[in-house]
């Protein structure tokens, strides 16, 4: 008859192999944990980037004007007033303890005054009295909007304007808004964040007209079409991304063009023709190596090699460019710069990928009678082409969130013009967004959040393109 209990003498072992069943287990629950954890943390630290971004990108904000509106429109004299308006401007800008001191003042009440005491006293108590006869903005006609811009901008600034757009073409809105930007310089004295002005604002606006009794108030967002489409400025309200944007979009494009064809040749070597031998292990080590190298070593390679040694071409030079940028800090330089960098990313990614493929497809290959070439060209390069794409994934965006080679090969902090050519002067998002928040205004901040956007959702659009390719040559294997 079987029995169910243990026997009295196990065998040797027995017990400490149940224990280090049980400790094996334990380990892999903690180290579960641990990985969990890890996702948790980074998953944490992501949204809360993300969301104090975000939250940078609008709010109540409230604006003031660097020149006061009715110091630059038409006004009439205090002297060609009638008595009537004269009382009438006293009564409402005058403050009452000065009214109250007026027949001590001039020996007799108001109403008793001439008309000459009258203009004297609103010259003497009201701080800026040839604005209290002055037409706002709103109440001037086309003419008269073009002559304040006349009047108050230099003729080479007026003259620009104009050839951009005739201000006659222009309506009476557009003027006015190109006076606040050009004359009155409208600024923004206070902003609120999204999330404060969403769920607090009541308590801000009541601040606002408590705090700032007058100013034109409203929800800005920063992140706007004439954000994407401006050029650069000194002014956050005015400032643009555009020429940076651009200069981005050329520097990766050139080293994408440049660092492929080199990378994925070399991956295909060193995995299919080089073998096993020592050079090709001491390449190979080198690579492996030159992926860990610190970024802004590349930026001193650069700035040695491209912009110093091979200026007459960097610059154009060589080819008979007119007025090449000085010290080769041309989107040549900085493209070729940026291809070194991400050149060993792509040679292991096209190692990892075509050594994914399965050495019978090879063998089948060369059974048929196939050359070596045509096997990697037909066979295997099609089956690999999708990992190879997603390093190039990586790669692209590498080099686009990269700051620190750019700077050192002489990537300029304020430029206003787009880039013309390979040959020309440029910025790129990164920079432009170190530069905004290195500013002493916080309000730059703010435009420096809606620049990290457009660079997050410049890679996501990159990415996302990459990947639709990658599965359409997936589905095509």
């Not at 705090?211 to 643009?240: A, N, V």
């Not at 007119?322 to 792509?346: E, H, K, Q, S, W």
């Not at 994914?356 to 063998?363: I, M, N």
Request: proline fraction near 6%; hydrophobic fraction near 45%.
């Amino acid at each position: 008859m079987l029995s169910s209990t243990k026997p009295e003498t196990a065998e040797p072992g027995y017990l400490q192999g149940d224990s280090n069943v049980r400790r094996r287990q334990t380990v892999a629950r903690v180290g579960r944990g641990v990985l969990f954890l890890s996702l948790v943390l980074g998953l944490v630290a992501l949204i809360t980037l993300f969301v104090d971004v975000f939250d940078k990108l609008g709010g109540y904000a409230v604006y003031s004007f660097r020149v006061d509106p009715l110091t630059i429109t038409p006004s009439r004299p205090l002297e060609e007033l009638s008595r009537e308006e004269l009382l009438a401007l006293i009564e409402q800008h005058v403050p009452e303890e000065a009214k109250a001191l007026i027949p001590e003042d001039y020996g007799a009440p108001l109403e008793e005054l001439s008309d000459e005491d009258l203009v004297n006293i609103l010259y003497n108590e009201v701080p800026s009295p040839e604005t209290l006869t002055a037409k706002p903005l709103e109440a001037l006609t086309k003419e008269e909007l073009i002559d304040v811009l006349q009047r108050n901008l230099t003729d080479v600034r007026f003259q620009t304007l104009n050839a951009e757009q005739p201000f006659e073409q222009m309506s009476r809105e557009a003027l006015i808004e190109l006076i606040e930007t050009e004359v009155l310089q409208e600024s923004v004295a206070r902003q609120w964040t999204l999330f404060e002005s969403i769920f607090n604002r009541d308590a801000i606006i009541a601040e606002i007209e408590r705090e700032y009794p007058g100013s034109d108030y409203e929800f800005k967002w920063w992140l706007t079409w004439r954000f994407l489409t401006s050029e650069q400025t000194t002014r956050p309200e005015t400032t643009g991304i555009r020429p940076a944007l651009l200069g981005s979009l050329f520097v990766v494009t050139l080293s994408i063009l440049i660092a492929v064809p080199l990378g994925v040749s070399a991956g295909i070597y060193l995995e299919e023709f080089a073998g096993k031998s020592r050079l090709g292990a001491i390449i190979q080590t080198n690579i492996y190596n030159l992926a860990g190298v610190p970024s802004i070593i590349y930026g001193m390679l650069g700035l040695a090699v491209f912009a110093r040694a091979l200026r007459d071409f960097t610059t154009g030079a060589a080819f008979g460019v007119p007025d090449p940028p000085p010290n080769g800090r041309t989107i040549i330089t900085a493209a070729m710069t940026m291809a070194l960098l991400i050149l060993p990313l792509i040679i292991v990614n096209t190692q990892e990928a075509i050594r994914a493929v399965p050495q019978s497809l090879r063998d089948a290959a060369l059974a048929v009678g196939a050359t070596k070439w045509e096997t990697v060209w037909h066979h295997v390069l099609p089956v690999a082409a999708p990992g190879i794409l997603t390093g190039t994934i990586l790669a692209t965006a590498r080099a686009l969130g990269e700051t620190a080679p750019l700077i050192v090969v002489g990537a300029a902090a304020f430029v206003t013009l787009d880039p013309s050519g390979i040959f020309s002067s440029y910025t790129v998002v990164p920079i432009q967004i170190y530069t905004w928040t290195a500013l002493p205004e916080q309000i730059f901040t703010r435009v420096a959040s809606a620049a990290v956007i457009v660079l997050l959702v410049t890679v996501l659009l990159i990415n996302l393109s990459a990947i639709i390719l990658r599965n359409r040559l997936r589905k095509q294997i």
